[in-house]
Nanobody
Framework: VQLQASGGGSVQAGGSLRLSCAAS????????MGWFRQAPGKEREFVVF????????RNADSVRGRFTISRDNAKNTVYLQMNSLKPEDTAVYYC?????????????????????WGQGTQVTVSS
């Protein structure tokens, strides 16, 4: 599956943005979909995840209550709604997909477990 992320931009603290990740080539209905982010000089970190098998999103502690992942299988698109943005949310955001079976329940937190990645979209939050 090929992924293309969009929707990034510059906002003030407290603002909102919605990122989109459009998939092509295969249906996302068979994929676990995740969002990661990478700030300058830092490692890529897990943000949120949506499983293809249940409706229970998994969120990093740093974004819980502020960020929401959703998927529209008909549009083959995954969204990341980001509210109450903080300067520390500034990063390049990446969407990722994986369809394989994994041997441990928290595999989705590891970027190396994903087989497909989008190109990233910049989010900048000013104070």
């Amino acid at each position: 599956v090929q992924l293309q992320a969009s929707g990034g931009g510059s906002v003030q603290a407290g603002g909102s943005l919605r990122l989109s990740c459009a998939a092509s080539g295969r249906s996302i209905s068979a994929y676990g979909m995740g969002w990661f982010r990478q700030a300058p000089g830092k490692e890529r970190e897990f943000v949120v995840f949506s499983s293809y098998s249940d409706n229970k999103p998994r969120n990093a502690d740093s974004v819980r209550g502020r960020f929401t992942i959703s998927r529209d299988n008909a549009k083959n698109t995954v969204y990341l709604q980001m509210n109450s943005l903080k300067p520390e949310d500034t990063a390049v955001y990446y969407c990722a997909a994986d369809s394989r079976t994994h041997s441990y329940s928290t595999w989705y937190q590891r970027s190396t477990e994903y087989e497909s990645w989008g190109q990233g979209t910049q989010v900048t939050v000013s104070s």
